[in-house]
């Protein structure tokens, strides 16, 4: 990576803390109360999902790696515009999340945990116990990984046993989503829309690639 320069440097601090904004966004909605019920997106594929609290691993790790790790590896190894495409793609991406939050609110009713392990503790207490079963379409979870996923693939080449670690331990926080009924599966495929969405929208205005079809 090459020595940023003084706006660089700006931009890089000003990214983040947009990322710690989008975060705190996350939270107001998910603290909010509503005058109604949130409509409850289970499928018949949802009622056959069992808890599986070891997930709570991989869970749990999502925002220090998403919202700091990954970024930072964007820098060091791929520069200061995949940074962009990277970090802005995340707030972009929460924005979207928020309008739907805003206008579409959702919920996923507690699971009872019947378990002893320590998996079961931690979920009931540290993920249960923080985050509300409000406003999980399309998932949060989902949007920041699969938005690392895709700044990591970028990235297999210049640094490959890292990105391929980081992106095999990003996908197993899809599953677990719902293996911790955190989720239903439809917040998983909203969740994968807007990333896609925001990731390459950010891609297309920063890093302006050439599509030009080559003549024969």
């Known amino acids: 990576m090459s020595k940023l320069e ?3 440097k700006i931009a890089v601090l000003l990214v983040f803390i947009g990322i710690v904004l989008a975060f705190v966004t996350y939270e107001i909605f998910n603290k909010a109360t509503y005058s109604y019920e949130p409509l409850i997106m ?13 997930f709570v691993i991989p869970y749990l790790s999502f925002h220090l790696l998403a919202a700091l ?11 200061f515009r995949a940074f962009l495409v990277n970090g802005l793609a995340i707030i972009i991406g929460q924005f979207a999340l928020d309008v739907a939050y805003a206008f579409f609110q959702t919920q ?3 699971t009872p945990i019947v378990g002893s392990s320590p998996f079961d503790w931690v979920l009931v207490n540290v993920v249960y116990g923080n ?3 409000l406003n999980g379409f399309p998932s949060n979870h989902v949007t920041w990984s699969v938005v690392s996923i895709l700044a990591l693939w970028r990235m297999r080449h210049l640094a490959p046993r890292t990105s391929w670690i980081l992106m095999s331990w990003f996908v197993l926080i ?3 989503t719902v293996f911790l009924h955190q989720h239903y599966l ?17 891609m297309f205005v920063i890093e302006k690639p050439q599509l030009d079809v080559a003549g024969s």
Request: with cysteine; glycine share 8%; charged share 20%.
């Open 69 to 79: 790790v990954v970024p930072l590896l964007s820098l060091k190894i791929a520069g």
């Open 42 to 54: 289970k499928g018949w594929l949802d009622e056959k999902i069992p808890v599986i609290s070891i």
């Open 6 to 8: 003084r706006k660089e």
């Open 174 to 176: 899809l599953p677990a």
């Open 131 to 133: 985050d509300q079963p």
């Open 186 to 202: 439809v917040d998983i495929y909203g969740g994968i829309f807007v990333a896609f969405t925001a990731y390459w929208s950010c």
């Open 108 to 110: 996923v009713p507690r």
